[in-house]
């Protein structure tokens, strides 16, 4: 068995690293385009909506830009557009010089560059920076900049060779998936119902963690509609702060996600295995703003987490994390709260445990409770090594004050309101303060899975 996970490993390590088997020229097939004529179909039956088409989806977006740069007359909107973007990234203290920047280049009259049809923003746009360059600065002005590409350019776009590519990328996406697309690695983790094994797209090189659930273990379980639960709110779902849906197949005997790698290990592993319980003050507080900005995605969308602990948020290999697990998950209807005793006991609010009707609420004191054990080294309502009854734990949640002892300072209650910069933290350019060493983690999560 040693052996066997030792070259487990090493296989795992070589793939990430792209060495090792990489792509494989028979599965390189089947990225060949289809013919441009077997996309008939679909080029009649897709939505043409200019922000599904031209904004939100990915491919979409990148050959609607090299579509108005091969038109000498639109360049100057995708320009404008690229800075717009890039405003949006920069920290508090630049953005006054980059948007002012923004202005003179593509706003004001004088500039070889300027953008005819905008010009009337140049004043509001002037005045907001002046008022508050971290607010909605150019609000007005990318709507209109919309609104303009969505008229006559969308339209030539749709009769361009490059809409012909984005349908021949749109067949490709609908080629159907099987356990075939995938290689399979080693085993990652254990859940409820089953495991979770590193995989590797055969086409592309891409790595994946693909969770399987067993189907009679599933059912034994009367676990169908939570199996399908997780996979359909996976799937509504699109952040860099919860683990992302890439594929979802079955084979006759599982159901199988398969989600962004996490190679970094869990939040518990973190805190409890690595030198003295407890995290630094600077990773707290960054683990803290990431996971809240996770759940913000959750909530706009209506969705209930309910099970926020430290197993369920998995590090990256640049050291970010994502929520993961959603099989507890719930969609409120407009507004509506929910009952029902769900998560994990230690972690449950009060409102939770006494079976009320309970919101978002359930999550924030959640993120509390992580807060409070990445900073503490142990749990709230549990001291190290002490396992009470349940009903214990419930009393202690329900009626009794947390304590805070001395690792904790007057900041870390009110932890995500310090310098953290949500914006560029939602964009993706903020370090992280800490990097896990992947290689020596792999080998360990795999003595943990053994035992
Ligand atoms: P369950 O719902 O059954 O608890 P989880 O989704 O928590 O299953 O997955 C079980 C274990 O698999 C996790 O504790 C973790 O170790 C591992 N795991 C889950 N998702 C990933 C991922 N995206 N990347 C790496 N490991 C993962
Ligand atoms: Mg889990
Ligand atoms: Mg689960």
């Known amino acids: 068995m040693e052996i066997e996970s030792m070259v487990a490993n090493s ?25 441009i004529n077997q996309c008939v179909d679909l080029a009649m039956n897709i939505e043409r909506d200019y922000h599904s088409l031209c904004v939100k989806q990915p491919i979409g977006k990148k050959l609607f830009q090299l579509f108005c740069q091969s038109q000498p007359d639109l360049q100057k909107f995708i320009c404008l557009q690229d800075a717009l973007e890039a405003f949006e990234t920069k920290s508090d203290e630049e953005r006054r010089e980059f948007g002012m920047s923004i202005i003179q280049r593509f706003l004001s009259s004088q500039s070889g560059q300027c953008v005819s049809t905008m010009l009337m923003h140049e004043e509001s746009c002037l005045q907001n920076l002046e008022l508050d360059p971290c607010g909605d600065v150019f609000q007005d002005c990318t709507e209109d900049l ?61 790595m994946y963690a693909c969770k399987k659930l067993d189907k009679t273990h599933v059912k034994k379980r009367r676990g169908e509609g939570m199996a399908l639960n997780e996979k359909q709110i996976l799937e509504g779902l699109d952040s860099r702060f919860v683990v992302n849906l890439a594929y979802a197949y079955e084979t006759k005997h599982a159901l199988c996600m398969v989600l962004t790698m996490m190679s970094g290990g869990d939040l518990r592993f973190h805190i409890y295995n690595i030198g003295v319980p407890g995290l630094d003050r600077d990773r707290v507080q960054f683990y803290a703003a990431e996971v809240c900005c996770g759940l913000i995605h959750l909530h706009e969308k209506s969705i209930l987490y309910r ?145």
């Open 146 to 206: 919309h609104k303009h590409l969505q008229g006559e350019p969308f339209v030539l776009y749709q009769e361009s060779m490059f809409f012909d590519r984005f349908l021949q990328w749109k067949m490709l996406e609908r080629q159907p998936i099987s356990k075939h697309t995938f290689r399979q690695y080693r085993l990652l983790g254990k859940g409820g119902f089953g495991e979770v094994w590193a995989c590797q797209v055969r086409a592309t090189g891409m």
């Open 11 to 35: 296989a795992l390590i070589k793939a990430r690293e792209g060495g090792g088997k990489g792509r494989s020229w028979k599965w390189k097939e089947m990225l060949r385009f289809p013919q």
């Open 307 to 451: 099970d926020l602990k430290p197993e369920n948020i998995l590090l990256d290999d640049n050291g970010h994390i994502r929520i993961s697990d959603l099989g507890l998950a719930v969609r409120l209807s407009d507004g509506s709260l929910v009952r029902g005793r769900v998560g994990t006991l230690g972690y449950m609010a009060p409102e939770v445990i006494s079976h009320k009707h309970y919101g978002l609420s359930a999550d924030w004191w959640g993120l509390g409770c992580l807060i409070y054990e990445m900073t503490a080294g142990q749990p709230p309502f549990r001291a190290r090594g002490e396992h009470p009854k349940s009903y214990e734990m419930e009393r202690r949640i329900q009626t009794e004050q947390e304590e805070y002892g001395d690792k904790f300072s007057k900041e870390v209650k009110d932890l995500c309101a310090l310098k953290i910069n949500f914006r560029m933290l939602e964009a993706g350019v903020v370090e992280a303060p800490f990097k896990p060493d992947v290689s020596i983690f792999i080998s360990a999560v795999h003595e943990a899975t053994e035992l």
